[in-house]
């Protein structure tokens, strides 16, 4: 049985191969609709790079919705030195032709929470979280009828990819954060420990290319415009395909591993704003919140990513 899905996205190259991963898993994967956020570049234009990805996979039936355009406290920090101008800079794309679905992202996280049997739907967000708190905040009720967030961001042996001790996603909306993190929803983290060990390299990009395909043409484009930052950061041998990894976890859970520990957000530190207090060795006497990951099987989660993407 298909597992029911809201991804909540900020498009992004990473993003939208995790778009494109669940879109190629059918099996595994039932997307109910797709929540843009403001990340990475303004809203404007996430929204506008979903339906971009959604075309690329001949979906057009995939209801795309606007959600928050501004974190709940602070002003948006966007991430165009790290995507580019567009925010899926790399090749060319043409502007999307399907529409942008009727009404707010929160009121469809909202609606479809309280329509879908409890417990059925899992949200993956894959940006700030500030659409996911929102709904939260407005109706309280759908927080137990949440099946699972799994969601990317965070960092605690990597520490951070924004300032030295916060990830992007994290840090763009801490509040956010804070809400989504102490919900008491059944919460997965895939953290920077994990994405940083998932990187692209000569070979696998070269895997992308080889398909032959638009959609491994447009991955293998949008990896090689990705990995530059990083590799110029970290010295890394390639970019670390950070968003797929929820969806990797949703279809082969075994790839990862993790432990349950209590992560608290940072709210207030003066250099830490945004940091995953990730109580990885249990020393806090804190409850555990969150499936907190650490460790990935790449060359496994390379290898389902070649195959299933061959398949749009
Ligand atoms: O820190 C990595 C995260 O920030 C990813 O989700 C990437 O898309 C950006 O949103
Ligand atoms: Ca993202």
Not at 143 to 153: A, D, F, S, T
């Given at each position: 049985?298909?597992?029911?899905?809201?991804?909540?996205?900020?498009?992004?190259?990473?993003?939208?191969?995790?778009?494109?991963?669940?879109?190629?898993?059918?099996?595994?994967?039932?997307?109910?609709?797709?929540?843009?956020?403001?990340?990475?570049?303004?809203?404007?234009?996430t929204q506008k790079n979903a339906r971009i990805v959604c075309e690329l996979a001949r979906r057009r039936d995939v209801r795309v919705f606007a959600g928050c355009d501004a974190p709940l406290a602070r002003p948006l920090v966007t991430a165009e030195h790290v995507h580019g101008k567009t925010g899926l800079d790399g090749p060319q794309l043409p502007d999307p032709t399907m529409p942008l679905a009727d009404g707010h992202a929160v009121d469809f996280l909202i609606e479809t929470l309280r329509r879908e049997p409890s417990g059925s739907v899992t949200l993956v967000p894959?940006?700030?979280?500030?659409?996911?708190?929102?709904?939260?905040?407005?109706?309280?009720?759908?927080?137990?009828?949440?099946?699972?967030?799994?969601?990317?961001?965070g960092a605690y042996f990597e520490v951070g990819n924004i300032t030295p001790a916060a990830e992007f996603n994290i840090y763009v909306d801490p509040e956010a954060a804070d809400i989504v993190f102490r919900s008491g929803v059944d919460l997965v983290v895939m953290p920077l420990d994990v994405t940083h060990k998932a990187l692209t390299s000569r070979s696998r990009v070269a895997a992308f290319r080889g398909m032959g395909t638009e959609v491994g043409r447009m991955v293998a484009e949008w990896t090689d415009f990705f990995e530059r930052f990083d590799k110029e950061k970290y010295g890394a041998e390639g970019a670390p395909l950070h968003d797929p990894c929820t969806i990797a976890w949703l279809i082969r859970p075994e790839l990862f591993t993790g432990r349950h520990i209590n992560v608290e957000i940072e709210l207030e530190g003066r250099h830490t704003t945004g940091m995953t207090v990730a109580d990885w060795w249990r020393v806090s006497g804190r409850g555990a919140n969150a499936l907190f990951m650490g460790g990935v099987d790449d060359a496994g989660f390379y290898a389902l990513l070649t195959e299933r993407l061959a398949r749009l």
């Open positions: 049985m298909a597992r029911k899905i809201i991804i909540d996205t900020d498009p992004g190259q990473d993003d939208a191969v995790a778009i494109l991963l669940a879109l190629a898993s059918p099996d595994e994967i039932d997307l109910l609709g797709i929540t843009a956020v403001a990340g990475n570049v303004p809203l404007a234009l894959i940006g700030p979280l500030t659409n996911i708190a929102a709904a939260f905040r407005a109706a309280p009720d759908i927080i137990p009828r949440v099946g699972q967030v799994v969601l990317m961001g």
